[in-house]
């Protein structure tokens, strides 16, 4: 594709992500039924956590896809998109259990979606095994982030529990994948400055 093609297809993806109608891989959901009977705390907790991982997973969408679109290796590139593909089911399900909380997405989303983008083009430029760092990175990050999660859901919410853990079995895969593809480590000033970027993005997307 040329470059308008290009920025056309990257705006369509864009905009199925922000309006959560981008189809995943088509693996099912992981609750099998909604738990209703949680106290007004408890469904708040998870409504917040669910706001969180959403804003997440609207960011990973744009991560992988602004790495891929400079990415020159083909192999690599489709590691990338699949990846992405998988997150999907991420974003979709975040979306679904958080309409059961009765909880609404972060209005701050679009420019998690738009900064996320940027900065994985910017990591994807500096070539294939630094942008396999990133991912690496990113994935290991969001699985810490799962597991405090985890940690503070109320135990009633086995529902959210299920999604939560069956997302951290995939950000780890993920990260592994990247280390069999070949990643290379980022040095640790970097890996600092993501972890503050995510901090701010996640205790924004909380309350907004």
Known sequence: MN????????????LKTLSYKKNGTGRSYPVNQTNSNLSKEEKSLSAQLMRVNLAGEVAAQALYRGQAMVCKNADIKNHLVQAGEEETDHLIWCKKRLEELNGKPSIL??????????????FGSFGEKTSLGF?????KQVVKHLEKHLS??????TDTIEILKTMRADE???????????????????KK???FTAKVMTSSSAYI
Not at 109 to 122: C, E, H, M, R
Not at 135 to 139: H, P, S, W
Not at 182 to 187: A, I, N
Request: proline letters at 3%.
């Open 135 to 139: 991912v690496e990175e990113t994935e």
């Open 152 to 157: 503070r859901v109320s135990k009633n919410d």
């Open 172 to 190: 780890d895969m993920h990260a592994q994948e990247a280390i069999e593809s070949g990643s290379e480590s980022l040095s640790e000033p970097t």
């Open 193 to 195: 400055m993501m972890s």
């Open 109 to 122: 989303n679009p420019v998690w979606y738009a900064g996320s983008f940027a900065i994985g083009a910017v």
């Open 3 to 14: 470059i308008l093609d290009n920025f056309i297809n990257e705006c369509d993806i864009a």
